[in-house]
């Protein structure tokens, strides 16, 4: 299939393990955050979102945390498996507006 | 269930042709967006709609870009006079009501290639 990214930041991590994908954000008026999941060929897939008066939130084996001092918003799988294997992609929503903004993306893969 | 559902999945236009791609949001979804995606690239906004009316379309590169829906429902963009900077995956997305309380539900995209 097509690639979605060709020239993403990595992260490359072994089965099993835990990954950390990190994400800078730029307007300090963002009150709403997400995460998404994208295969080569398909859309993004929705992970996990938080809102801007919280400081984490779980799901099935994923957590978001957010940062607000520092701008940053981070993703953490636990025990990765090989249907991790994607890119991710954080977007912000700016107080008033509607409209996601994307950051640029990283890659994810999985090793056996 | 029935997803966003985008048509046609791949397009090949000649630099300078029309083209029209479709857009079925899930049903009953109040909030309709557009994005473009580059090679390698994060979703760019491109437009939204809340039910028929048109309320943001800052991201519309150029006025060959056009986008409708008209019922409030299924959502067309157009490019006219296409050109090669014009490739792309365009992405429709869909939320049932406003961004920060439903997420947006994305579509697989139709990816265009102008040659």
């Known amino acids: 299939g097509e690639s979605v990214g060709l020239h993403l930041p990595t992260l490359s991590v072994q089965e099993g393990d835990n990954s950390i994908i990190n994400c800078a954000y730029s307007?300090?008026?963002?009150?709403?955050f997400i995460w998404y999941k994208q295969e080569s060929g398909k859309g993004p897939q929705f992970i996990i979102d938080?809102?801007?008066?919280?400081d984490k939130r779980q799901g099935q084996r994923v957590t978001v945390l957010l940062n607000k001092t520092v701008k940053h918003l981070s993703l953490q799988i636990a025990a990765t498996q090989p249907g991790d294997s994607a890119v991710y992609f954080c977007?912000?929503?700016?107080?008033?507006?509607?409209?996601?903004?994307f950051g640029q993306g990283t890659r994810l893969t999985i090793n056996p | 269930g029935a997803g966003v559902s985008q048509s046609p999945r791949y397009k090949v236009a000649k630099r300078g042709q029309d083209v029209a791609l479709r857009c079925d949001p899930i049903?009953?979804?109040?909030?309709l967006f557009w994005y473009q995606q580059a090679l390698g690239q994060g979703p760019e906004f491109l437009t939204y709609?809340?039910?028929?009316?048109?309320?943001?379309k800052s991201g519309l590169p150029s006025d060959r870009f056009f986008a409708e829906r008209p019922e409030g429902s299924v959502s067309t963009l157009k490019i006219q006079r296409t050109q090669q900077e014009d490739s792309a995956v365009y992405l429709c997305?869909?939320?049932?009501?406003?961004?920060?309380?439903?997420?947006?539900?994305f579509g697989n995209g139709t990816r265009l290639t102008v040659t």
């Open positions: 997305a869909s939320s049932y009501r406003q961004v920060s309380n439903s997420p947006l539900h």
């Open positions: 307007n300090s008026a963002s009150d709403y």
């Open positions: 938080i809102r801007s008066n919280m």
């Open positions: 977007a912000e929503k700016v107080q008033g507006a509607q409209k996601l903004v």
């Open positions: 049903s009953g979804h109040v909030s």
């Open positions: 709609f809340q039910n028929e009316a048109q309320l943001d």
